[in-house]
């Protein structure tokens, strides 16, 4: 197995990572389970180590993906320009990650609202990397980026015959 495969099965994991533990989360707050806050904040925490793996073996995919026939070029310069920013957004949520652990486990008065904190982080990222894997989706799967106007008027001239 080499980066570019690497990069192309991690990729998913800060996606999902930050949305799933964003749900965890918002259950430990609601809940006041200080547990499930802490299972959280590790679900994050492995999420921003996936999103650095991703960066890192960013260049090796796309040095694959310039060699295919087909593959824009503009398409994986947006998509590496979007990394930055979702990676920065994953470094911070598992740093603010690692301080809720700390806050958590010295019962802090601040526990709570820190919790809250990190989940805005936790929204924030997911947002930033959800549009990241979206641009590097289109690299490949041109299928995304079509008109779907095109896409109903060719089905419903196929019904009319």
Not at 102 to 130: E, N
Not at 132 to 152: A, K, P, V
Request: proline share 1%.
């Amino acid at each position: 197995m080499d980066q570019t495969h690497i990069h192309l099965l991690i990729t998913h994991l800060p996606i999902f990572g930050s949305i799933l533990g964003g749900f965890v989360l918002a259950y430990g707050i609601w809940t006041n389970s200080n547990p499930t806050k802490i299972a959280a904040y590790n679900v994050f925490i492995i999420s921003a180590i996936g999103a650095g793996i991703a960066y890192l073996t960013g260049e090796a995919a796309e040095e694959t993906a310039e060699n295919i026939e087909g593959v824009a070029k503009n398409m994986i310069d947006q998509h590496e320009d979007f990394a930055v920013f979702a990676l920065v957004s994953l470094i911070v949520l598992g740093v603010a990650s690692i301080v809720g652990i700390l806050m958590t486990v010295r019962k802090s008065s601040y526990t709570r609202k820190l919790a809250f904190v990190i989940l805005l982080i936790s929204l924030i990222s997911f947002g930033l990397v959800a549009r990241t894997g979206y641009l590097g989706g289109q690299i490949r799967h041109t299928e995304l980026s079509q008109d779907t106007s095109i896409l109903f008027e060719n089905s419903e001239s196929q019904d009319d015959d």
